[in-house]
């Protein structure tokens, strides 16, 4: 986790872009800048990026995962049970 202070009236696009400035990995996230992220405001999803963020807002960055990826997953974890 990491705490970020934005100027007064910055947006969740705002934070996006920042998050996505210098080089191709975020340093400290663990994603790279070319991955999509689904970002979440105090546990919701954001449906407009230009909403405004407020002092105390919590805002979850989270890759999205394709859905062949995600298949891919699932037949990783059944190979991992069907081992036993």
Request: charged content about 35%; hydrophobic content about 30%; overall charge negative.
């Amino acid at each position: 986790m990491a705490i970020q202070e934005l100027p007064t009236d910055s947006t969740v696009m705002d934070l996006l872009e920042r998050v996505g400035r210098g080089s191709a990995r975020c340093h400290g996230y663990g994603f790279t800048a070319k991955e999509e992220l689904r970002p979440r405001l105090n546990n919701q999803p954001v449906d407009d990026p230009n909403r405004k963020l407020r002092m105390g807002d919590l805002v979850e960055l989270t890759p999205a995962i394709s859905d062949r990826s995600l298949m891919e997953y699932r037949e990783e974890i059944q190979r991992m049970y069907d081992q036993d």
